[in-house]
Structures are given as structure tokens and as C-alpha cells.
């Protein structure tokens, strides 16, 4: 059972940083890609980043190319989002997920998802 736990969540002032950590477990994820989403109120659940977990492959929003990066660190099976220059835009709901095979944008293809961590930036 796969199992995503997000933490680092927080209140920000805009051009503040935070980093965002997700821990996963069940299984290994060699072929597998994680990725971060975000859903702020009332709108849809956006992709954000994504990794090839043993590759290294990674895809970029562009409404965040530039700001934040994608990391995983495998001897502890996380995943991390570091977030940069933060602007009251970010402000959501951000969710780890994790599907087998490439990377995707949708994220109906992703079939585990943790239970999320709250950004909040302040102007």
C-alpha cells in the first residue's frame, strides 16, 4: 500500500520561501514518477512539478519555472519542493502524488495522493 505524507506547509510573506517534504512509502518507486499538485479555493487541481523518481526526468509548470524545484532524495524515499519568490498566487492546497511510469500532467493519472499541506502567502 502506497502510502504519501506532505508536511512544511505554512504562512509566508510574498517573496518568502518554504519547502515542502513528502514522505513516501509501501514499496519502491525505481519506476515510478511523484509529482506536486495545488488546489486553491474554487479552482481546479493544477499541476505544479513532477520527477522521474530514478531518472531524474523533470517537468515544470510554467507558472512556476523559475521559482520552485523539484528534489527526491532516495535512501529516504521523500520528495521535496522547494518554493522560491513566493507570491500570494501560490496560495493552495498542495498535494503529493505518485503514479507508475511517466510523468504526467493530468492529475486524474495519478493514483495515490497524500492528504496535503497548506500554503498560505500573505501580501
Known amino acids: 500500500q502506497v502510502q504519501l505524507v506532505e508536511s512544511g506547509g505554512g504562512l509566508v510573506q510574498a517573496g518568502g520561501s518554504l519547502r515542502l517534504s513528502c514522505a513516501a512509502s509501501?514499496?519502491?518507486?525505481?519506476?515510478?514518477?511523484v509529482g506536486w499538485f495545488r488546489q486553491a479555493p474554487g479552482k481546479e487541481r493544477e499541476f505544479v512539478l513532477a520527477?522521474?523518481?530514478?531518472?531524474?526526468?523533470?517537468s515544470v509548470a510554467n507558472s512556476v519555472k523559475g521559482r520552485f524545484t523539484i528534489s527526491r532524495d532516495n535512501a529516504k524515499n521523500t520528495l521535496y519542493l522547494q518554493m522560491n519568490s513566493l507570491k500570494p498566487e501560490d496560495t493552495a492546497i498542495y498535494y503529493c502524488?505518485?503514479?507508475?511510469?511517466?510523468?504526467?500532467?493530468?492529475?486524474?493519472?495519478?493514483?495515490?495522493w497524500g492528504q496535503g499541506t497548506q500554503v498560505t502567502v500573505s501580501a
Open positions: 520527477i522521474s523518481w530514478s531518472g531524474g526526468a523533470t
Open positions: 509501501g514499496r519502491t518507486f525505481s519506476d515510478w514518477s
Open positions: 502524488a505518485a503514479r507508475y511510469g511517466l510523468i504526467y500532467l493530468s492529475p486524474v493519472q495519478y493514483n495515490y
